[in-house]
């Protein structure tokens, strides 16, 4: 027995199953439920309405009634229950119309227009004989309108697309979830689309099943194909004689992916996809995707449905999985046998084929991924560095030579697979050289080639001198590791390595070496980098035939294109499948496989536009394959690149954003900072003898030595005593210590070239000083650190032995000028290191050279140093002989130097705080003189008084300091000063001044 129950209306929401709300109290129109009762199984069904809620009595409004439910019984009576429907609205907006459809519309329209007696009358009136009266019904992008004539009210149905033949899909909403797909869009997409062109949408269902129609479609197409492309394969076999076991054997290539990306942590994704190609053909010949999730099995009342979820296991197995599928219906798909394998070596799949293909599976052969093993490679390199920051430097791991390792890999991997192809070797000699060109790239890069093969070009090359003007001074920049300048040179030379088809004249640029001496580089990375190449040399055989993935890695990049650049979820239903197999038909049918896919797969014609759009892409991309063929186009787009790079990866830009970025730390406290100081100076600052007498013989070629470099910015150098001494302790220091410890100034031509011309300025000092009847010896010195205070060290540019048994220091200053200036003219100019002093030039005692001499002697121990100064435009040698001034040492310059490291320099050394907020710590007023103690007055008499303020008034004018004679002018009048000056106004007037002196406690 039926009952009716009243329900409520909730606005925006429909009828059908959305009707189980909780029953309220009428609120407006009632809506009716018929309940379906039966007692036993065997009883008749029994509906019964106890209210009708309107009589149709009329016709016309009975048409305007649609079905609203229907039972059925055993017999057959059938009931229908239908709603009035509300006025429906007059169509508004734009809708897409098909051109035939509109046209076929037209005729019918105009040919009732022309026999219809009212309408011509109406239209001999001026008024519209036809009018669109209502949208009856719309389908996603499709709809079905009314026109009436107004002359005898007739009716027109007009739809604005046809239908897919053999199928109730309209046409126009088949093709906007096509190219929803191939553009890797969805539902949300194309609806906010087209609300904003004030066009009805598609509703999720309708797109979902569309969707899924599309990708049966694909799938079968797709199968089609890749039967095409294995008999291709097998018939090119056959041609090559290639078999195993009476089988035509092919390589191919093999990769996986997922549906979102895993960031090198989270291997969770709900899809995968994994594909087979040949090698020879580069088609698809396999296929799978897997998918863990299915939200209609996941639903507690889950209906028969088309289920895509085909996975329970982890995501890391789904490669996997796949490629032993493809393996296993090899020989029954396309009767072949696939016996080897190119793969990127990051996953199980080799050994699973190797155990569970039967048969054939213990014969298959890996062929490892070039490219993939080199970026592994690199990654390992960035690592070493990251685990071991004094791994940084020049002679290090510097990005330079970083790049350099990894060339010299790919490098030497490509001439062996070159001999092997041109049969200047067998397979056996080539894999045994080929080895030994990976344990050995360490050492050709670091410039020992006494164990360099035939490979290394550098062996046989004459060694460069320090006197030749180009190699050196492009090399010299190598002092740090952000040197973007030799990278972008080094790049441009060797850019061609990581693209198939670069040219042999560039590859054979790898072969020489660098100008990096082997002896000053640190053993321990050359063991950790010969750790990582031998793992790299056990997998000789499988990198001889140089085989890459790139193949599969392109067609990842296609798939991408499908799937929305892994930035959505598609794995809910059908989606992902479809979407992998639109990716699939692309690699196999080329830029213009839509078309295609469309007419064998519809049955219908795709459209001019729709061919013209294709073929457009077609022809882009012929045009863009031969532009980048040209020899200097990828040159210049690798010059723009590193251009953009020297931006990017500048201090500023790393600080802003990255590892580097700047962040709010804590300082620690005084008392950890304290004991960080005192550490840092047991371990790097208070060495022994043999210590620093081990680090003196290891830096003898200074610049170009990697422990030079390290150890300096542990110390206050000689270069930087005057910057200090002169340096006011009140200003700030943060910026002056990111110059001494943070600077990446790696040089420029001036000082390049200056060290270029220190050997033969020697030369010329040793000549000058036989013309002045001294026979002198200079030798090279290294660094050297201060026998008591090891916190200072200094490196001459020579030590000076004399016949007479004398030695010293001498420092060099070469000096470049753009105009033809001599010394003297030069020294006219304040900033210039001389001075003319009645005729004769000299250094100026206040400059930053004089003070770097006087470090240089009191470190040395030696009682003089030359001070050198040459200029080649014109030619003159300027030699100044400065001798050791204790007093000025010990008094002026060392308290100084002292409390700056102490208060300074050390607590940034321990405890840095460069890059982190709010940066590096102010250490106020860092040195205060100390206080001369006065002696006693003793008791005079008047008489000696007297004379003594008269005596005091005669010295005062030119023995007084500034402070002095400021309280003298406030004591005297101002006629009564002895010089003349201009009159200055007393201020203060009538205030007492209080002097504090600020005694530092500290300061001993």
Not at 271 to 287: D, M, Q, R, S, Y
Not at 415 to 422: E, F, G
Not at 762 to 775: R, T, V
Request: net charge positive.
């Amino acid at each position: 027995m039926g009952s009716k129950y009243k329900k409520g209306r909730i606005f925006g929401r429909g009828l059908g199953r959305h009707r189980r709300f909780k029953r309220v109290k009428h609120l407006g129109r009632p809506v009716y439920e018929i309940k379906r009762q039966r007692n036993q199984r065997k009883h008749i069904l029994k509906l019964k309405i106890r209210k009708i809620n309107k009589q149709f009595n009329n016709k016309s409004l009975f048409r305007n009634k649609e079905v609203y439910t229907t039972f059925s019984t055993g017999c057959d009576l059938k009931l229908k229950i239908r709603k009035v429907k509300n006025n429906l609205p007059i169509a508004k907006g734009y809708r897409v119309m098909n051109l035939d459809c509109l046209q076929a519309h037209i005729s019918d329209i105009t040919l009732h227009a022309c026999l219809c007696a009212g309408a011509i009358n109406l239209a001999k009136e001026g008024k519209a004989p036809i009018k669109l009266e209502t949208e009856v019904r719309s389908l996603g992008l499709a709809t079905v309108m009314l026109a009436k004539c107004m002359g005898c009210l007739q009716k027109f149905k007009l739809e604005t697309s046809p239908k897919v033949p053999g199928s109730k899909r309209y046409d126009i909403n088949v093709r906007a979830v096509w190219g929803s797909m191939v553009t890797g869009n969805g539902p949300a997409h194309l609806n906010e689309f087209l609300a904003t062109l004030n066009s009805p949408g598609l509703s999720q269902p309708s797109f979902s099943a569309i969707e899924t129609d599309i990708g049966n479609w694909w799938h079968s197409v797709l199968d089609k194909e890749m039967m095409i492309a294995g008999q291709e394969e097998r018939r090119l076999a056959i041609e090559r004689k290639d078999f195993h076991e009476e089988i035509p054997a092919i390589t191919v290539i093999a990769d996986g992916g997922w549906s979102k990306r895993t960031h090198k942590h989270s291997y969770n994704a709900a899809g995968g996809v994994a594909i087979i190609i040949g090698k020879e053909t580069k088609k698809l010949l396999h296929i799978g995707v897997r998918n863990k999730y299915c939200y209609i099995c996941n639903k507690n009342d889950s209906t028969p449905h088309t289920c895509f979820k085909n996975w329970d296991q982890d995501s890391q197995s789904m490669e996997g999985d796949i490629i032993l599928e493809g393996f296993r219906e090899a020989e029954k798909k396309h009767g072949l046998r696939y016996m080897r394998l190119v793969g990127d070596g990051d996953s199980s799949v080799f050994a699973r084929i190797r155990e569970e293909v039967p048969g054939w599976g213990r014969s298959v052969s890996k062929e490892e991924c070039a490219n993939h093993l080199c970026k592994c490679y690199r990654s390992n390199l960035e690592k070493l560095v990251t685990d071991n920051p004094l791994y940084k430097g020049k002679h290090h791991l510097t990005k330079n030579t970083r790049v350099r390792l990894v060339s010299a890999l790919r490098c030497a991997i490509r001439v062996r697979s070159r001999d092997l192809k041109d049969k200047k070797t067998d397979k056996f000699n080539a894999i045994r050289k080929l080895k030994h060109d990976v344990k050995n790239s360490v050492h050709h890069v670091f410039g020992n080639h006494s164990q360099c093969s035939d490979f290394c070009r550098a062996k046989n090359q004459p060694l460069q001198t320090s006197n030749e003007d180009n190699t050196p001074l492009q090399i010299s920049t190598k002092t740090s590791d952000s040197g973007i300048a030799d990278e972008e040179q080094l790049i441009d030379q060797q850019i061609d390595y990581w693209s198939e088809g670069a040219s042999i004249s560039a590859q054979e640029q790898a072969r020489f070496g660098t100008t990096i001496a082997y002896s000053n580089v640190e053993q321990h990375i050359i063991k950790d980098v010969t750790n990582l190449l031998c793992r790299i040399a056990e997998k000789s055989d499988r990198l001889i035939n140089n085989s890459t993935t790139n193949l599969a890695e392109s067609w990842m990049h296609i798939r991408t294109k499908f799937d929305g650049g892994k930035v959505h979820n598609l794995c809910n239903r059908g989606s992902w499948h479809a979407r992998c197999y639109g990716g699939a038909l692309r690699m196999n049918l080329g830029p213009q496989w839509s078309c295609k896919v469309w007419e064998s797969s519809i049955g219908t014609e795709p459209g001019h536009l729709f061919r013209k759009l294709y073929a457009r892409h077609e022809q882009t991309l012929a045009n863009s394959i031969k532009h980048k063929s040209k020899p200097n186009i990828q040159q210049v787009r690798w010059k723009k690149k590193m251009s953009c790079l020297k931006t990017s990866t500048s201090k500023k830009a790393r600080k802003a954003y990255g590892p580097e970025a700047i962040d709010v730390t804590d300082d620690v406290s005084s008392d950890n900072l304290e004991k960080l100081k005192h550490d840092y100076l047991n371990l790097h600052i208070h060495l022994s003898e043999l210590q620093r007498l081990n680090i003196t013989n290891l830096t003898i070629l200074q610049s170009q030595s990697g422990l030079w470099h390290t150890e300096r910015k542990k110390r206050i150098t000689a270069s930087d005593f005057g910057s200090i001494v002169k340096r006011n302790p009140s200003l700030l220091t943060a910026k002056f210590i990111r110059t001494i410890l943070y600077s990446t100034f790696t040089g420029n031509y001036h000082t390049r070239k200056g060290i270029l011309e220190e050997e033969t300025t020697i030369e010329e000092y040793k000549l000058k000083k036989a013309e002045e009847s001294e026979n002198v010896c200079v030798e090279r010195s290294g660094l050297v650190i201060h026998p008591t205070q090891t916190f200072l060290a200094g490196s001459p540019d020579g030590l000076v032995s004399t016949s007479k048994g004398e030695s010293g220091l001498i420092e060099i200053k070469n000096l470049l000028h753009s105009k033809p200036i001599n010394l003297w003219e030069a020294s006219e100019n304040k900033n210039f290191c001389l001075i003319n002093l009645n005729g004769k030039l000299q250094l100026k005692e206040n400059h930053i050279y004089y003070y770097q001499c006087h470090g240089l002697i009191n470190i040395y121990n030696r009682d003089w140093i030359d001070f050198v100064v040459r200029t080649l435009n014109p030619h003159q040698l300027f030699i100044q002989r400065i001798y050791r001034n204790i007093d000025f040492w010990e008094n002026t310059m060392l308290p100084k130097l002292e409390a700056f490291y102490h208060k300074v320099l050390l607590p940034e050394l321990a405890s840095p705080r460069e890059g982190k907020s709010p940066g590096i710590r102010e250490p106020g007023i860092w040195y205060t003189p100390p206080l001369q103690s006065k002696q006693p007055r003793r008791k005079r008499s008047k008489s000696s008084t007297v004379n003594a303020r008269s005596k005091k008034r005669v010295s005062e004018s030119s023995s007084s300091s500034d402070s002095d004679i400021v309280d003298t002018e406030l004591q005297r009048p101002a006629p009564l000063r002895n010089r003349r000056t201009r009159l200055r106004p007393t201020k203060f007037l009538g205030r007492s001044i209080k002097h504090e002196w600020i005694i530092d406690e500290f300061d001993n």
